[in-house]
T-cell receptor, first 113, second 115 residues
Framework: GDSVTQMEGPVTLSEEAFLTINCTYTATGYPSLFWYVQYPGEGLQLLLKATKADDKGSNKGFEATYRKETTSFHLEKGSVQVSDSAVYFCALSRRGGSYIPTFGRGTSLIVHP | ETGVTQTPRHLVMGMTNKKSLKCEQHLGHNAMYWYKQSAKKPLELMFVYSLEERVENNSVPSRFSPECPNSSHLFLHLHTLQPEDSALYLC??????????????FGEGSRLTVL
């Protein structure tokens, strides 16, 4: 079955540091890939997505590139802010297959001033 | 504002109470979901309604009962809950077919505490 593996957290960084959160996946076919973010006290919201190989999703300074050869979709940001402190979820959804998405366990990011 | 509204945002109930969580989506989607989010645990899919068909996680206890009267409304009926059911319950919606890529739109969640 489909699966998504994220790096264990929490990830603790100082403001303006570079961020990478690793995500790898297992799926048949050609899934769409997503990063969701959950700020404290809120639900999840879509951060960015990519629907085919080599696509780059970007939003709010975050980027992730769909790498089919390594089955990865790592999240990066060049300079994090305290306001980026949240839990980040990697997920996939297969077109033409089950419409139920598969989520990773989530990675907590804590950014200190 | 995500277009998915959950009420109540907070609920405290005793183990013998009966209550319901409500979710409404204004996005024209045809699939709605209930997820349970507990501390230190992965997001747990509980139920999915898509095109009036229900898919359920077989590990969800029968004290949770979903209802989807139409494509815009979803309820989670709660009865005889246990303290370990205390969690954040998230509703989501999506477009289940066609050219859509399958992203979910989540509500802000209902924080449930069972005493």
């Amino acid at each position: 079955g489909d699966s998504v593996t994220q790096m264990e957290g929490p990830v603790t960084l100082s403001e303006e540091a570079f961020l990478t959160i690793n995500c790898t996946y297992t799926a048949t076919g050609y899934p769409s890939l997503f990063w969701y973010v959950q700020y404290p006290g809120e639900g999840l919201q879509l951060l960015l997505k990519a629907t085919k190989a080599d696509d780059k999703g970007s939003n709010k300074g975050f980027e992730a590139t769909y790498r089919k050869e390594t089955t990865s979709f790592h999240l990066e940001k060049g300079s994090v802010q305290v306001s980026d402190s949240a839990v980040y979820f990697c997920a996939l959804s297969r077109r033409g297959g089950s419409y139920i998405p598969t989520f990773g366990r989530g990675t907590s990011l804590i950014v200190h001033p | 504002e995500t277009g998915v509204t959950q009420t109540p945002r907070h609920l405290v109930m005793g183990m013998t109470n009966k209550k319901s969580l409500k979710c409404e989506q204004h996005l024209g989607h045809n699939a709605m979901y209930w997820y349970k989010q507990s501390a230190k645990k992965p997001l747990e899919l509980m139920f999915v309604y898509s095109l009036e068909e229900r898919v359920e996680n077989n590990s969800v206890p029968s004290r949770f009962s979903p209802e989807c009267p139409n494509s815009s409304h979803l309820f989670l009926h709660l009865h005889t809950l246990q303290p370990e059911d205390s969690a954040l319950y998230l509703c989501a919606s999506s477009q289940a077919q066609g050219a859509h890529t399958g992203e979910l739109f989540f509500g802000e969640g209902s924080r449930l505490t069972v005493l």
